[in-house]
């Protein structure tokens, strides 16, 4: 009998045999308390209890999931056919699920054929926490009536594993000490602030923070509460939380978390502290005034963390020499202020670098991309204009048409692919001139210094003179006229599917740096 495909719960295409609706452990339909005839039905409705705490939901629908393929794939059984036997058979699988190139893989998107329900085998805690909640499962189910019994059980009656050991060291709890809070809080100042979106997503953000480390909730709860969750009582201001099992309390509030709350509100443009009656959310979408998800809470947590702990790293680039020096090197110290634990660690070449075989993050690549390897951000357009020293023209003269830079000597560049004709266009026509001249150099500063020298007319990009000509070191002639196509410069990266928090927050800064180009007048 062949297996059927490893694929999401939902995409699943069952025979009647393997959907439950004909069991051996069904109960008498007549008795079924819950709205199923079969066992993906079943575990629904189930699921459906914890519709309201997101991160429960997540957690639970992952187990049943597990065991429902598991059932279907490796025991060709339905959930409601499933034996005391069978169970002592998916503990073991749990330690090991085998075979390894179905059931396990990295983390994918559900509707991907990359999709696994394992990422590897299990740890000892991981599949007794599998096990107590499967067995919540059938527990409910023959509550439910849908079930006449819970195999499991009897298991359990067995093997003491799956009970909470009163003798066993009690496992550390995750919390953040003051050094990695202090990191954190770092990170979240580091936000950038220039737009109105990037502002509220900083000020959101840092109340967000602010709310779990003080005042330590569920997420839900973060969800769920309104502004006057936060009350004045008997002279000191309480948050007021409707936790789990409905159950009331009231957490102080200290003065640092009235601080944050004051500094969130007042952004809003609501008073500081709130009154009895505002029934705002606690947390708003950064769109407007709704509120936000347990699984948004969840998300933003899980992110700002993540990148938190990245930009702790180093981060490779590869900047082309000359402008590197000229208009780069002297703005990365204030990337660095911004991100003080990062390691930034820059290679200027002007020759070619494979960022992949280098293992670059990302570079600054200028004229036009050939590598289609590379993920690439155009920062801005790059012009090749033509220049020449005052003493030069005050000998030579001033060429007025493309054509009479056959008279005059033209600094060589070799390496560019069009050497040594200098493709010349105002717009509407294109004319192509053999270059001469006595100079010939692959280095940008030694053709620089020699056009400042009255050697001849240089041809570059206008990054490499814009200096000069401010300075009128060198004038530009032909001012209508660009040469050799415009190109552009750009931020390129390796075409990886993952993107680095430190990448990320590199590129935003380069193309902020680039709005305008740093030579622009």
């Known amino acids: 009998m062949k297996k059927h495909p490893i694929t999401p719960i939902e995409s699943l295409t069952l025979p009647p045999h393997l959907t439950g609706s004909q069991g051996r452990n069904r109960y008498d339909i007549k008795h079924c308390q819950i709205n199923a005839n079969t066992d993906w039905q079943a575990i629904q409705c189930w699921l459906n209890e914890f519709y309201d705490s997101p991160q429960t939901l997540r957690n639970y629908r992952k187990e049943a999931e597990r065991l429902l393929l598991w059932s279907i794939n490796q025991r060709r059984k339905a959930l409601s ?34 999709w696994r329900p394992f990422k590897g085998p299990l740890s000892e805690n991981s599949q007794r926490q599998a096990l107590i909640i499967v067995n919540a499962l059938f527990s409910y189910l023959v509550d439910a009536g849908y079930l006449a019994g819970n195999p499991l059980s009897l298991i359990r009656r067995r093997n003491r594993k799956l009970r909470p050991q009163t003798d066993q060291p009690i496992s550390q709890q995750r919390y953040l000490d003051h050094k990695t809070w202090q990191l954190l809080k770092d990170h979240l100042s580091s936000q950038p602030t220039d737009s109105p979106k990037q502002m509220n997503h900083f000020q959101r953000n840092r109340f967000l923070f602010h709310l779990l480390y003080l005042m330590a909730p569920r997420v ?25 099992g409905e159950k009331q309390g009231k957490i102080p509030a200290s003065d640092e978390m009235l601080g944050a709350l004051m500094q969130y ?7 500081p502290l709130p009154s ?65 634990k990062l390691e930034v660690d820059i290679n200027y070449s002007d020759n070619y670098v494979d960022l992949i075989e280098g293992a670059f993050d990302a570079a600054i690549r200028i004229g036009h991309l050939t590598d289609s390897r590379l993920l690439a951000r155009k920062l801005t357009r790059h012009k090749r204009i033509l220049a020449a020293s005052p003493s030069y023209l005050k000998q030579f003269g ?6 009479d830079l056959l008279a005059h000597n033209c600094i060589g560049n070799p390496s560019l692919h069009s050497y040594p004709i200098w493709r010349l266009s105002d717009g509407n026509k294109t004319e192509a001139i053999r270059t001469n001249g006595t100079l010939l150099t692959n280095d940008s500063i030694a053709m620089l210094e020699a056009a400042r020298a009255g050697v001849g007319i240089l041809g570059a990009g206008e990054w490499l003179v814009a200096q000069d000509i401010e300075q009128g070191k060198l004038f530009r002639i032909l001012p209508e006229w660009t040469f050799d196509g415009d190109g552009g410069i750009y931020l390129v990266r390796p075409s990886r599917h993952y993107v680095s928090a430190r990448t990320e927050v590199f590129a935003n800064w380069i193309s902020s740096l680039f709005q305008p180009s740093p030579w622009s007048s």
Request: hydrophobic share 35%; with cysteine.
């Open 81 to 114: 056919d499933l034996s005391r036997e069978d169970f002592q058979l998916y503990q073991e699988f749990l330690t090991d699920p085998q075979p390894s190139e179905i059931w396990c893989g990295p983390r994918a998107e559900r509707t991907s054929t990359e």
């Open 220 to 244: 839900s709860e973060v969800s769920s509460h309104s502004m006057n969750s936060f009350r004045l009582y008997r002279g000191q201001w309480w948050w007021f939380v409707l936790g789990k």
């Open 265 to 271: 509100r007042e952004h809003l443009g609501l008073t």
């Open 276 to 340: 009895e009656d505002d029934h705002s959310p606690l947390l708003r979408s950064i769109s407007g005034g709704k509120g936000i998800s347990a699984n948004m809470v969840y998300r933003q947590v899980k992110t700002v963390v993540k990148e938190a702990a990245e930009l702790s790293g180093r981060i490779k680039l590869a900047f082309p020499a000359t402008m590197g020096r000229l208009w780069l090197a002297q703005q990365i110290p204030s990337f660095m202020a911004m991100y003080p």
């Open 398 to 403: 001033q060429p007025l048409t493309p054509s």
